[in-house]
């Protein structure tokens, strides 16, 4: 029996050939893995330095717009901080107008005489009762009021009442009257009240035209 090794082909038989494997991809030309050229990436230092100038970048971006958001706020404050500043003005003005009226009240006061001590004592304690009028005002609106309502309309009311005596007052003394008060010096101070358009007409008009 020939040995198959010393057993020449034949002249028509073609030996077949496998095709050379390409190399894979991450491997060299000699199918060794990372013996590809380096060219076809970047090194590791040079993607370091692209993600540090991204990263510094973007700092000095959220920086610009906190400088820029804090000089905005300077210069337009928020509306809420701006009526509280006005709240705040305000408030501090009128503290400033009711120390002044105080003290100018505590200088007439103190150059008042005896008489005019007590009659301005008596006029500070007077008072319409609330009570009487709450009810006044419930019959007229035929509605229930707050408190603070009728303390502002007794307020008004004695204001009301103390300039009508005034002008009665010196109603009384142009006629050469001596006090108290006549219901007729009363009835010439609310005319003349009336005439100077200090006391509202309460007289219903119907208006044609307006």
């Known amino acids: ?18 095709p050379a494997e390409r190399p894979k991809q991450g491997e060299g030309p000699g199918g060794v893995p990372g013996s590809s050229s380096t060219a076809s990436e970047p090194p590791a230092s040079q993607t370091t ?9 973007a700092e000095d971006a959220a920086a610009a717009g906190e400088e820029e958001e804090e000089g905005s706020s300077s210069l337009h404050p928020p509306p ?6 006005e709240h705040d003005k305000k408030k501090e003005k009128r503290q400033k107008v009711d120390e002044d ?3 100018k009240m505590q200088v007439l ?7 005019q001590l007590n009659r301005y004592e008596m006029y500070r304690r007077s008072a319409f009762p609330k009570a009487a009028i709450k009810r006044l005002i419930q019959s007229i609106t035929g509605s229930s009021v707050s408190q603070n309502v009728v303390i502002a309309m007794s307020g008004i009311a004695k204001v009301f009442a103390g300039e009508i005596v005034e002008e009665a007052l010196d109603v009384c003394e142009k006629w050469g009257d001596t ?3 006549q219901p007729k010096h009363m009835r010439e101070a609310v005319r003349r009240l009336k005439s100077r358009e200090q006391i509202p007409n309460t007289k219903h008009k119907h208006i044609l035209f307006h």
Not at 3 to 18: C, F, I, L, Q
Not at 49 to 57: A, D, F, L, P, V
């Open 109 to 115: 006061v103190s150059s008042f005489s005896e008489e």
């Open 80 to 85: 809420a901080k701006k009526l509280k500043v």
């Open 1 to 18: 029996m020939a040995d198959p090794a010393r057993v020449k082909p034949d002249a028509g038989y073609s030996e077949t050939r496998m």
């Open 49 to 57: 330095t692209k993600e540090e100038s991204k990263t510094r970048s």
């Open 179 to 181: 006090p108290p008060l």
């Open 101 to 103: 009226e105080i003290q």
